[in-house]
Antibody, heavy 119, light 110 residues
Framework: QVQLQESGPGLVKPSQTLSLTCTVS??????????WTWIRQPAGKGLEWIGR???????DYSPSLKGRVTISVDTTKNQFSLKLSSVTAADTAVYYC???????????WGQGSLVTVSS | QSALTQPASVSGSPGQSITISCTGT?????????VSWYQQHPGKAPKLMIY???NRPSGVSNRFSGSKSGNAASLTISGLQAEDEADYYC??????????FGGGTKVTVL
């Protein structure tokens, strides 16, 4: 049973880079055909898919965020990370890490991490 | 890639059946079998209710069912219960190798 836990700063200043880490337990981040994904949700709004990285290291990003987002994996720590640059208030949201197998649904979710962009 | 279209709200009385629609395009919902549905209660992470159009994860009530026709998918909740009151989101894999979500539907049990 895969478990995910987000961690990172809850407050980021405008124009800076938002950085979050998701720690994976209950399985190896480098095994199988898992996709490790970031999804966000502004307060009172819907879910927005940010991007994903596969166990082979290939990445896919939302076109609306491409150019500002980087997702990477650290197999030694069984973690994957999100970096979002040049943030504005519009990037304030609860950020979830999630995982699926192949292109099935997202079976596993972290509890969510609120990130506020404010000076 | 635009978000999938869902009704903002759907309501029903206990015991009734309701259906939530999710309309996409030939590049997402109509392109493959990878349509999933999520339930989200306030302050909680989403929970997978249906995957690959009409499959239920173990532990999800058989009152939840999914279907798809062309570029549209739907989630039906039968025998509506108070605990079903939540937000529901559809999601689809796309021909661009990314995922898109619907705007969400608030289900109210009257």
């Amino acid at each position: 049973q895969v478990q995910l836990q987000e961690s990172g700063p809850g407050l980021v200043k405008p124009s800076q880079t938002l950085s979050l880490t998701c720690t994976v337990s209950g399985g190896s981040i480098s095994s199988g055909t898992y996709y490790w994904t970031w999804i966000r949700q502004p307060a009172g709004k819907g879910l927005e898919w940010i991007g994903r990285i596969s166990t082979s290291g290939s990445t896919d990003y939302s076109p609306s965020l491409k150019g500002r987002v980087t997702i990477s994996v650290d197999t030694t720590k069984n973690q994957f990370s999100l970096k979002l640059s040049s943030v504005t208030a519009a990037d304030t949201a609860v950020y979830y890490c999630a995982s699926n197998i192949a292109n099935s649904g997202y079976w596993w979710w972290g509890q969510g991490s609120l990130v506020t962009v404010s000076s | 890639q635009s978000a999938l279209t869902q009704p903002a709200s759907v309501s029903g009385s206990p015991g009734q059946s309701i259906t939530i629609s999710c309309t996409g395009t030939s590049s997402d919902v109509g392109a493959n079998k990878y349509v999933s549905w999520y339930q989200q209660h306030p302050g909680k992470a989403p929970k997978l209710m249906i995957y690959e159009v009409n499959n239920r994860p173990s532990g999800v009530s058989n009152r939840f069912s999914g279907s798809k026709s062309g570029n549209a998918a739907s989630l039906t909740i039968s025998g509506l219960q108070a605990e079903d009151e939540a937000d529901y989101y559809c999601s689809s894999y796309t021909t661009s190798s990314i995922w898109v979500f619907g705007g969400g539907t608030k289900v109210t049990v009257l």
